[in-house]
């Protein structure tokens, strides 16, 4: 059995472009319930490219 462990990023200023440039890109990426978590921050971009990566 392999088991393996990775760590993925994601560059908090190109992913914010990319919602930036392509409105429903959030709707498709991410559900009702975690945008609605986010949706009191002031910049949402840092928490979603967490939620991104985590993916």
Known sequence: MMIGLGID?????????ALNRTPNL??????????ASLA???????SLAVRFAAR
């Not at 990023?9 to 472009?17: C, I, K």
């Open 40 to 46: 009191s921050r002031a910049d949402s971009a840092p």
């Open 9 to 17: 990023a994601v560059n908090v200023h190109r992913f914010r472009e």
């Open 26 to 35: 959030r709707n498709r990426i991410f559900t009702d319930a975690e945008l």
